[in-house]
């Protein structure tokens, strides 16, 4: 049986390639993305979109990370905990700079959970929530929590909420619209209709 071919930029099948619609984005604050190993490789994974469309960004895997990489005094860890503050009293109480950085988990919610107790420094670290104005258009991979976001969702929010410009990181998710449509349209539709629409997981983010 022949192996499918894959594109070494994307990580994804030749024939699932996003190369061509990633648009090249000037972020102006650093985002670091921690990835879950199991995410690496998978069809329908996001982190590689904000990977190669930002300028200021690394994607990282691994399941424990070196603290001396990052500025731990000036980054914040997105994540909804009960303590996170929302981006708007950051800025009320002077705490965002051009130099702050954000870390995103990429990995289902039991996965990110895993990360963030798997590395005490990130424990330490004091955390943000972002302003989602709509739900997921993962339609292929739900959700436990009604907030829940892919990674590339959660990246485009932050991003617009920082830069106060809804439309400027909108590319990221038009190239996440065209690979979950390549991905319905290449299963079966009693698939879909079975296994995810309507459908909720427990695991997936």
């Known amino acids: 049986m022949t192996k499918r071919a894959f594109c070494t930029e994307c990580n994804k099948a030749l024939t699932a390639c996003i190369c061509d619609a990633i ?11 921690l990835q879950d190993p199991s995410e690496q490789n998978k069809a329908i994974g996001t982190a590689r979109i904000l990977d190669l469309s930002l300028s200021k960004v690394k994607l990282t895997v691994a399941d424990t990370f070196d603290p001396t990489l990052f500025d731990l005094n000036n ?33 289902s919610w039991k996965k990110a959970y895993k990360l963030l107790m798997s590395n005490p420094f990130l424990q330490s670290l004091p955390t943000l929530m972002i302003n989602v104005q709509e739900k997921s258009r993962y339609r292929i991979r739900k959700s436990p929590r009604e907030d829940g976001l892919s990674t590339v969702e959660a990246g485009y929010y932050l991003l617009s909420e920082l830069e106060n410009d809804n439309n400027k990181f909108l590319p990221l998710l038009e190239v996440f619209k065209q690979m979950i449509d390549f991905q319905i349209a290449s299963m079966p539709a009693e698939v879909y209709q079975q296994h995810y629409l309507n459908k909720t997981t427990q695991d997936d983010l």
């Open 75 to 107: 980054t914040f860890l997105v994540f909804p905990s009960e303590e996170a503050a929302t981006i708007g009293t950051l800025r009320e109480t002077a705490q965002i700079n051009s130099e702050t950085q954000f870390i995103l988990l990429d990995g």
């Open 23 to 33: 648009c090249a984005l000037d972020n102006q604050h650093f985002l670091h993305i």
